[in-house]
């Protein structure tokens, strides 16, 4: 095991929240009612700052709801004491993992990635635009509600993603349930229609579908070459088991895809699945698992042939940490863009073509805090500071 600096100690830990600029869309399957997005609607991400004796100040999303007194028993400690790099991150400080990362890494001054694995599989990481969303709910005709996917597709391809996610399940609130079936297998095949082939349509119903819906969805967009279905309905070993049976005997190229809701979960809640055979991507929160767990995760899925997809929507900090995770695995699959844009965070190190993104050989995650929107709208503005 390597011999980390010894005489490093935490002075200072804060929390600040952040605005997000967040994307106009539309909602999933679990909304109760159509409510127009607010185009300058913003969210909110919770930050930790790690400022050490040396003046390395390491920062990072917070996760697991690290209060003020979680974070007092890390004051005046080593950080290779809270997450050592071949073992991880101390369970207690969970949720300061993301931005301990950042911290040793600047320590050490190398890119995270290099301390997350022991191999580095290079970049040209693949990522999907994730936000087609019911958009087409927003319009009061469905000829201009179909026109908004239309256009959503062609903003994908123009912003040079290869894959984009849609969301299914109209049927389960906001329409009548066969139209809403119905309306969904329409916006893929109108997806397809406006793409052409070589580019990735994966759907996710968020748990919203039986399965007899799933089988008419498949048959109805066969034509279509849906890359994935994801989290179609609840978890079920034999349910999966038929599914998959309907899939291969249907001569489908189509992925099931599952994980994002059960991230708190044991991760062992996953080997009935995985002995199976029955799941091909695991897809558990990137920022909510940490990289200590999806170290674990990615393993028993490699044991397994399971492709890794690690699920990150609202954060901006979570999708560039899963792409610093992603170069040491070599069954990564794609990442999830929210297209999230904050005017206080730096993500220009990282660059992005053809649909894949390439991680810097900056010290740390990569990113930087822009100096001058900070000092002038959250220093002095901490959630909390302990000292």
């Known amino acids: 095991m390597p011999n980390y600096p010894s005489d490093i100690t935490i002075t200072k830990i804060e929390q600040v929240t952040i605005e997000i600029d967040q994307p106009a869309i539309g909602c999933n399957s679990g909304a109760k009612e159509i409510k127009q997005p607010d185009p300058n609607g913003k969210w909110h991400e919770r930050i930790a700052r790690i400022h050490t004796n040396n003046g390395i100040i390491g920062w990072g999303a917070i996760s697991w709801g690290t209060t003020a007194e979680d974070a007092k028993r890390a004051l005046n400690e080593n950080p290779f004491d809270l997450l050592n790099p071949e073992d991880g991150v101390v369970e207690q400080y969970r949720g300061l993992e993301n931005a301990l990362w950042d911290t040793i890494a600047k320590i050490l001054n190398k890119p995270a990635y290099q301390l997350m694995g022991t191999e580095s599989y290079g970049n040209g990481l693949p990522a999907y635009d994730s936000t087609i969303y019911f958009n087409d709910l927003l319009y009061d005709t469905k000829a201009d509600g179909l026109k908004r996917i239309e256009n959503d597709v062609k903003k994908s391809l123009a912003d040079g993603f290869t894959a984009c996610k849609m969301k299914m399940g109209r049927g389960n609130h906001l329409m009548e349930r066969k139209a809403g ?67 291969n005997d249907k001569g489908l190229n189509t992925l099931i895809a599952d994980g994002e809701t059960r991230t708190r979960e044991p991760l062992e809640f996953y080997d009935p699945f995985f002995n199976a055979g029955v799941i091909d991507v695991i897809q558990h929160d990137m920022k909510g698992l940490g990289v200590t767990g999806w170290r674990k995760l990615s393993k028993m899925a490699s044991e397994h042939d399971v492709k890794c997809a690690p699920h990150n929507w609202g954060s901006l900090l979570g999708f560039f940490l899963s792409l610093q995770f992603a170069k040491t695995i070599p069954h990564f699959l794609y990442g999830e863009v929210a297209t999230l844009t904050s005017d206080v965070i730096d993500t220009s190190a990282y660059s992005f073509t053809d649909g894949t993104f390439t991680v810097p050989e900056n010290p740390g995650l990569g990113l930087e805090l822009n100096q001058d929107v900070y000092q002038a709208r959250y220093a002095g503005n901490e959630d909390w500071e302990i000292s």
């Open 181 to 247: 079936l119905q309306r969904d297998i329409e916006v893929v095949q109108l997806a397809r229609a406006t793409a052409g082939e070589g580019f990735n349509i994966l759907v996710d119903a968020n748990n919203a579908y039986t399965y007899d819906e799933v089988i008419t969805f498949l048959n109805e967009t066969s034509n279509c070459d849906v890359f994935w279905i994801e989290e179609m309905f609840e978890e079920d070993v034999e349910l999966y088991r038929n599914l998959k049976k309907y899939i």
